[in-house]
């Protein structure tokens, strides 16, 4: 349990939610309930083994936090995560309650064990060392294996090294969803671009031959799409982009719309994951009615520009 003010708000709270959930009690001395939930939250706190903080606010003496949060009555507790609030509700719930709400929101064990795999993994990954972090991300998706985020990382990092059957493999649950997820669609693109290479013989073909076939005839679409997905394999993306957007503009429809398909998986495989932001203001309204004003600012990197200018052109293709 921290006791906070509005010195220590910023560091405590919406810095500390980012990695683990902050439960912020606003409370006071004279209120009666408080006295009685206090000590159930403690034993909470105690008994979740680190997986939410406990952080109280006195309402008195706080009364600039208590009302950016629209603290209306005592006690009223705000459930932080990732920098804002996600949840709340308002009297001295009951133990058996308390647990609801915890659980409702809180990593259980099998989750935190995979974060930490996780977290294990992307250190290998910095290091350089590609084995031992799949490894890791494979012990990570099979303790939470719902985690999509993490089968995509996972996937990703397969492809990325070459085992393309195994990321075949770990793709397959996924394409079997209506509708199949926009990230995993991607990744089946990526996927067929590298197995054309290796299993088609104008996967081989030099760039300059697909340019003599397209200068011959800028509708061979075949050999643009082609290209395109040699392209793709040797990750040159934007290279790829142009050859598909060259499809598009000629014919939108051409073999079931693949080439938009592909151009669309590019995109989301080339698009940043979102930055974690240092200090967030959340704005808006939590489920427990509770209202804390303020804004997030998310400053676009030039991959993010890349991505955004080739979204535009493909717009005014299809328009």
Not at 255 to 262: L, N, Q, S
Request: proline share 6%.
């Amino acid at each position: 349990m921290i006791d906070i003010t509005t010195e220590n708000f910023e560091t405590e709270v919406i810095h500390a939610s980012m990695s683990v959930p902050v439960l912020v009690d606003f409370w006071a001395p004279w209120c009666g309930p408080c006295k009685s939930l206090t000590p159930v939250l403690e034993k909470l706190e105690t008994a979740y083994e680190g997986r939410f903080v406990l952080a109280k606010i006195n309402s008195d003496e706080q009364q600039e936090l208590a009302a950016a949060f629209g603290i209306r009555s005592i006690p009223t507790c705000v459930l932080m995560m990732g920098g804002k609030p996600v949840d709340g509700f308002m009297g001295a719930l009951p133990e058996g309650k308390l647990r609801e709400f915890l659980d409702k929101h809180l990593p259980g064990e099998d989750q935190l064990q995979a974060q930490a795999d996780a977290e294990e993994a992307q250190d290998h990954l910095e290091s350089g060392d590609i084995a031992s972090a799949l490894a890791r991300m494979a012990q990570a998706l099979q303790a939470d294996p719902a985690n999509d985020e993490l089968r995509y990382d996972y996937i990703k990092l397969l492809i990325g090294s070459g085992d393309l059957d195994q990321a075949a493999a770990q793709l397959a649950p996924t394409l079997a969803r209506i509708p199949v997820p926009l990230q995993f669609e991607a990744l089946q693109q990526w996927l067929n671009a590298l197995e054309f290479v290796g299993n088609d013989p104008r996967g081989q073909w030099p760039l300059e031959k697909f340019d003599e076939a397209i200068a011959a005839n800028k509708r061979d679409f075949a050999a643009r799409f082609a290209k395109a997905r040699v392209l793709m394999a040797a990750n040159e993306w934007v290279a790829a982009l142009d050859e598909l957007l060259e499809i598009i503009m000629r014919d939108k429809k051409w073999d079931e719309e693949a080439p938009r398909k592909t151009f669309i998986a590019i995109l989301e495989l080339l698009t940043p994951p979102k930055p974690k932001a240092v200090a967030p203001e959340a704005s808006g309204k939590s489920a427990g009615g509770i209202e804390i004003a303020g804004h997030t600012t998310v400053q676009q990197d030039e991959q993010a520009a890349l991505v955004s200018a080739y979204r535009r052109k493909l717009s005014m293709a299809l328009n």
